[in-house]
């Protein structure tokens, strides 16, 4: 079975802290994404990664930035956090071609006080 | 644009009823659609998908659901509700680039 394992689950930041979320998948999938779910919103994308060092920008970005330096592990980085950055984060990955199943962490409870 | 729209941000049913989640998509090309169920405090699991084979997909757990391309329709359904069943539901899409397009979701209660 395919593992995305995110390794906090909770978190309580302070407001103007730099937060770090890491995430690591078993199944060498050159995909990569961080999203975020609010109630009634859904999934939002925050970022993408197709391959080690490369990113693309999803549907909300701003305030949040990433990194992939191996293949197993996207990081999503909060410069700076806000109190509207409070949300749940799931990281998810998935093989080559697109239409495929993407697979999800446990997710990443973020309070930011 | 592709987009989601699942109606229902709340489904309630009796256990034994009969399941009717609701999902409708927009796309201007032949879509991959996805049911995907999140149990409290967890991830997003795959239920089923639809990648233009039979258009009556059967997923895990005895759900099910049926591809409309004249609806654009892709509802979710399962026969006799059982209490383990009581979790979140989305309906995603995917038509291209690398983006798959999520709704908002739908919290299913189980009756007793």
């Known amino acids: 079975d395919v593992k995305v394992t995110q390794s906090s689950r909770y978190l309580v930041k302070r407001t103007g802290e730099k937060v770090f979320l890491e995430c690591v998948q078993d199944?060498?999938?050159?995909?990569m994404f961080w999203y975020r779910q609010d109630p009634g919103l859904g999934l939002r994308l925050i970022y993408f990664s197709y391959d080690v060092k490369m990113k693309e920008k999803g549907d909300i970005p701003e305030g949040y930035s990433v990194s992939r330096e191996k293949k197993e592990r996207f990081s999503l980085i909060l410069e700076s956090a806000s109190t509207n950055q409070t949300s749940m984060y799931l990281c998810?990955?998935?093989?080559?071609?697109?239409?495929?199943?993407?697979?999800f962490g446990e997710g990443s409870w973020l309070t930011v006080v | 644009a592709q987009s989601v729209t699942q109606l229902g941000s709340h489904v309630s049913v009796s256990e034994g009823a009969l399941v009717l989640l609701r999902c409708n998509y927009s796309?201007?090309?032949?879509?991959?659609l996805f049911w995907y169920v999140q149990y409290p405090n967890q991830g997003l699991q795959l239920l089923l998908k639809y990648t233009s084979a039979a258009t009556l997909v059967k997923g895990i757990n005895g759900f099910e659901a049926e591809f409309k391309k004249s609806e654009t329709s892709f509802h979710l359904t399962k026969p006799s509700a059982h209490m383990s069943d009581a979790a979140e539901y989305f309906c995603a899409v995917y038509t291209g680039g690398f983006k798959t397009i999520f709704g908002a979701g739908t919290r299913l209660f189980v009756k007793a």
């Open positions: 796309s201007s090309v032949p879509p991959y």
């Open positions: 998810a990955s998935r093989s080559g071609t697109f239409g495929n199943t993407i697979y």
């Open positions: 199944m060498d999938h050159e995909n």
